[in-house]
């Protein structure tokens, strides 16, 4: 299993949406749990940094969330470009091996 691990320092006039579409149940996770291999997304909020957030997608695979990539393209691109507005910053910390 991988787990890919992005970093958002969300708009503070838009905590809620933000949370409503990165959370376990959000936009996201709807999408991604269209494709065989998605095994959920875990919101983690900062204790001290109240506006950072990190998720957590797990996959089954890299390849898996390739073909997720590449079947879903027209709708993540979409959903992407609507969340831009909830978010100041977004990084992508990378791909982890579950050992």
Not at 31 to 60: C, H, I, N, P
């Given at each position: 299993m991988i787990q890919l691990v992005w970093e958002f320092v969300a708009r503070q006039d838009k905590i809620e949406e933000f949370e409503r579409h990165y959370s376990?149940?959000?936009?996201?996770a709807q999408?991604?749990?269209?494709?065989?291999?998605?095994?959920?997304?875990?919101l983690?909020?900062?204790t001290k940094e109240r506006?950072?957030?990190l998720t957590v997608d797990?996959?089954?695979?890299?390849e898996a969330h390739r073909v997720?990539?590449?079947?879903f393209a027209r709708e993540h691109e979409e959903l992407d470009r609507?969340?831009?507005?909830f978010t100041?910053?977004?990084?992508?910390?990378?791909a982890f091996e579950v050992k």
């Amino acid at each position: 299993m991988i787990q890919l691990v992005w970093e958002f320092v969300a708009r503070q006039d838009k905590i809620e949406e933000f949370e409503r579409h990165y959370s376990s149940e959000g936009s996201w996770a709807q999408l991604f749990r269209q494709s065989a291999g998605f095994r959920g997304t875990t919101l983690l909020r900062d204790t001290k940094e109240r506006y950072r957030y990190l998720t957590v997608d797990s996959w089954d695979s890299l390849e898996a969330h390739r073909v997720m990539r590449e079947r879903f393209a027209r709708e993540h691109e979409e959903l992407d470009r609507r969340c831009e507005e909830f978010t100041e910053r977004e990084t992508n910390l990378g791909a982890f091996e579950v050992k």
